[in-house]
Every structure is written in C-alpha cells, then in structure tokens.
C-alpha cells in the first residue's frame, strides 16, 4: 500500500481488525519513510458495478460518492456514523447480488430513498428533493402531503 503522505511504496500493517458491521477489515498502517499512519478499509467486491446514467453515460460505481450523497442528506441530523456505514453497506450489498454489472441509476437512488425513508424522514425529504429535482415549494408540499397519505394508509 502506498503512503498517502509521501507516497513511499512499502508501508506496514500495525493492527487489523472488522469493522462493527464485519463489512470491511479496518487497518492501521505505518509508513517507515516518513512515520506517518493511516488508516485503510478493505471490503468485499463481489462484481465491478458500472452505474448508468440517463443520458446512457456509463462510469465506475463509487461506494464513497453514495456515502457522500447520504451524508449531505443526514447533514445535523443525529445519525452514527456506524448506521450510515451499516446502511451504504447494504446498499451496495443490494445492488451487487441484483445479478447485473450495470446499475441504471434510477435503481440506486430508489435504494437510497427507501434507505433513508426507513432512517430519518428529514434525511428522506432532503435527498428526494435533489433526486427528484424540486424546483418550488409546491413540490415539497406534494411530496409531503404524498409522503403523510402513505404513512397514514399503512397505519389504517
């Protein structure tokens, strides 16, 4: 592994373990050029997902840009960090063993969307209105009072 400080090639593992969730090994590495440390996660990749876009655009899945998306989402909200790991994980997990390499991405933000309805319904709004491209306060009010019809339904 390469230090990301000075770039040095060999660097050594000090201590591994699983993460909370047992997602990932979670390393502390030591870089005996410079004597930085750092930290690195090792996960399992079951296929390469390559995300499709609308416009028919296709690039790499980024695990860190969907956890990212979420972050911005759950912004001041109290959420652990370890439910938002525990939540991208599944996510992933999801789209990984749908059985397909390419991930429309219509697909991945109805993932999150039902992630984040079932975490946090400010967290869930939030990222609907991105997603679903708001562009006035009507469309909140819709989505809201939709979003009210449904939880009342599922209660009556």
Do not use: W
């Not at 440390?37 to 790499?60: A, H, S």
């Not at 969307?113 to 708001?134: C, E």
Request: net charge positive; with cysteine.
């Amino acid at each position: 592994m390469r230090c990301p400080f000075c770039g040095h090639d060999d660097t050594q593992v000090k201590d591994s373990r699983p993460t909370e969730d047992n997602s990932a090994i979670r390393r502390r590495r030591f870089c005996p050029q410079c004597g930085s440390r750092f930290t690195t996660f090792e996960r399992i990749q079951l296929r390469d997902l390559t995300v499709v876009k609308k416009t028919g655009r296709r690039v790499p899945f980024d695990r860190d840009k969907l956890m990212r998306s979420i972050q911005i989402a759950v912004r001041k909200r109290n959420i652990e960090n370890d439910r938002l790991e525990r939540l991208v994980s599944g996510i992933v997990r999801r789209l990984e063993s749908s059985g397909e390499s390419e991930i429309p991405s219509e697909m991945i933000g109805e993932a999150v969307m039902d992630a984040l309805a079932s975490l946090d319904p400010v967290a869930y709004v939030r990222f609907a209105s991105v997603y679903r491209n708001f562009r006035e306060t009507k469309d909140f009010e819709d989505f809201i009072e939709k979003l009210g019809d449904e939880r009342f339904a599922e209660r009556g």
